[in-house]
């Protein structure tokens, strides 16, 4: 009786060190084993321990498992969670839809045609997100620009385009999709899916709400998950505005102002590596924008930026971004533009 449980303990602190070493639990029987026949005293038995750990930590990691492999999961349920999860109503055969990729109806094809079986006769009858996909994009690029426009009047339709491309550019959607618990939901041939799919199965996501509520609905998930990742962000870093200081001048001539004058108002250790200018500029005697740099030409640069993101009342100092109840009763008109550098830089010359 003792020396059982002497074995149950010693395989229960044997399996504690496997899980937390890597060592795949399965080869506790076999230490147990050895325990039972009296090799645990054995001078053997120690290098063996260090073998067994050396030849897993040589094999990697397992890879990684479905949730539905562990036999208490599943898809029916996480599918209805997904939208009560959100708050959101989709219709359950739309979400279905976007979550099957297209990689995964060609895997099905395949395996399908490896079994000898006529695809003509008998259809996969899997249908994949790529419509979807393009409609929820679609609907997140217009719904991002107008709500940059309303949010943003008076900046040039150049930065808006710029900020857009920010917000849909694939590592941002990746981020947001992969945080959306969408890995687990997603059909794909592998596991975890692979980075593209994410992006395209959040696409598809939005365009499943459209079909089952409306573009309006879809608009306000844009908002609350892609257009909130601008809180804290400075625009001016995002738009990389070519030559700063002649759309400045520009600017402040539609306004009937006097041009932008640089002035260097401090420096500091200017003979060495850590040289620290300071210039702000000027119009009508006011000044209307600073910022250090490494060197004159930088600081200026920097400087006209400030001042073009003062103009255009979109510096860190202004209101933020409107979200929740406060941006729900807004009304957004699609077809409106705002002014382009271009135009602006003409008009300007031609007064």
């Not at 598809?204 to 409306?214: R, T």
């Not at 400030?306 to 008109?333: R, V, Y």
Request: charged share 25%.
């Amino acid at each position: 009786m003792a020396a059982s449980c002497r074995l149950i303990s010693y395989c229960r602190i044997l399996s504690r060190f496997c899980n937390n070493s890597g060592i795949s639990p399965h080869l506790t029987c076999l230490q147990g084993c050895m325990v039972r026949r009296g090799l645990n005293n054995s001078r053997k038995y120690q290098p063996l321990l260090r073998e067994l750990y050396k030849r897993r930590i040589k094999a990697g990691p397992e890879p990684e498992l479905h949730p539905s492999e562990s036999g208490c999961w599943n898809y029916n349920s996480e599918v209805y969670a997904f939208g009560k999860r959100y708050g959101e109503e989709f219709d359950e055969g739309f979400l279905r839809k976007a979550f099957i990729t297209s990689d995964y109806r060609q895997a099905e094809e395949e395996s399908r045609r490896q079994l000898g079986i006529d695809l003509e006769s008998v259809p996969v009858g899997v249908v994949d997100n790529s419509e979807l996909a393009q409609k929820g994009e679609q609907i997140a690029s217009r719904y991002i620009k107008a709500y940059l426009r309303h949010s943003y009047p008076m900046m040039l339709e150049e930065g808006i385009q710029a900020v857009h491309d920010y917000l849909m550019d694939d590592q941002m959607i990746y981020y947001i999709a992969s945080n959306f618990g969408l890995t687990d939901l997603i059909m794909s041939p592998n596991y975890p899916p692979e980075d593209h799919m994410y992006c395209t199965v959040f696409k598809a996501v939005i365009g499943a709400l459209a079909e089952s509520q409306n573009e309006e609905r879809a608009g306000l998930l844009v908002r609350d998950f892609v257009v909130s990742q601008l809180a804290g962000k400075n625009l001016m870093e995002i738009w990389d505005v070519k030559n700063p200081m002649g759309l400045l001048s520009s600017a402040l001539s539609m306004q009937g102002r006097g041009p932008p004058e640089p002035r260097l108002l401090w420096q500091s250790a200017s003979a060495t590596m850590l040289s620290l200018y300071h210039v702000g500029i000027y119009s009508d005697k006011q000044l209307i924008g600073r910022s250090p740099g490494e060197t004159l030409p930088i600081a200026e640069e920097m400087a006209a930026k400030d001042a073009l993101s003062k103009l255009m009342n979109i510096s860190l100092t202004t209101k933020p971004l409107q979200f929740g109840e406060k941006s729900e009763s807004w009304k957004f008109d699609f077809n409106k533009r705002n002014q382009c550098a271009s135009d602006l830089v003409q008009m300007s010359t031609s007064r």
